[in-house]
C-alpha cells in the first residue's frame, strides 16, 4: 500500500508562483510513475503532468506547458510540482497519483491508469 501526501497549495496572486510537493511513504516507487492531476469546481478531473520514477520522461498538458514543471527526489521519494505564471484558470484541488508501470504519452494522461491518490492540496489564484 501507498500513502501519498500533498502539500504547499495556497492562495496567489495571478502571476505568482507555487511549489507542490508529494510526499510517498508504505511502498517502494521504484517501478512506478507519477502524476499530478486537478479539479476545478464543477468540472471534471484533468491531467496535469506526469513523470517516470526515474525522472527521465516527462510530460504535460498543453495548458501549462511552459509553466508548470514536474519533477522528482528519488532519495526522498517525493514528487514537485513547480507553478509559475499561475493564471486564476488554474484555480483547482491538486492531487499526485502513482500508478503506470507501462509509461506513454497516453497511459499517464489517463486518471484510471493510476492505483494511488493523495488526499489533494488546494490552489487558489486570485485576479
Known amino acids: 500500500q501507498v500513502q501519498l501526501v500533498e502539500s504547499g497549495g495556497g492562495l496567489v496572486q495571478a502571476g505568482g508562483s507555487l511549489r507542490l510537493s508529494c510526499a510517498s511513504s508504505?511502498?517502494?516507487?521504484?517501478?512506478?510513475?507519477m502524476g499530478w492531476f486537478r479539479q476545478a469546481p464543477t468540472k471534471e478531473r484533468e491531467f496535469v503532468a506526469a513523470i517516470s520514477w526515474s525522472g527521465s520522461r516527462t510530460y504535460y498538458a498543453d495548458s501549462v506547458k511552459g509553466r508548470f514543471t514536474i519533477s522528482r527526489d528519488n532519495a526522498q521519494k517525493t514528487v514537485y510540482l513547480q507553478m509559475n505564471s499561475l493564471k486564476p484558470e488554474d484555480t483547482a484541488v491538486y492531487s499526485c497519483?502513482?500508478?503506470?508501470?507501462?509509461?506513454?504519452?497516453?497511459?499517464?494522461?489517463?486518471?484510471?491508469?493510476?492505483?494511488?491518490w493523495g488526499q489533494g492540496t488546494q490552489v487558489t489564484v486570485s485576479s
Open positions: 508504505g511502498s517502494t516507487f521504484s517501478s512506478y510513475a
Open positions: 497519483a502513482a500508478g503506470p508501470n507501462h509509461i506513454s504519452d497516453s497511459v499517464v494522461r489517463r486518471a484510471t491508469s493510476y492505483n494511488y
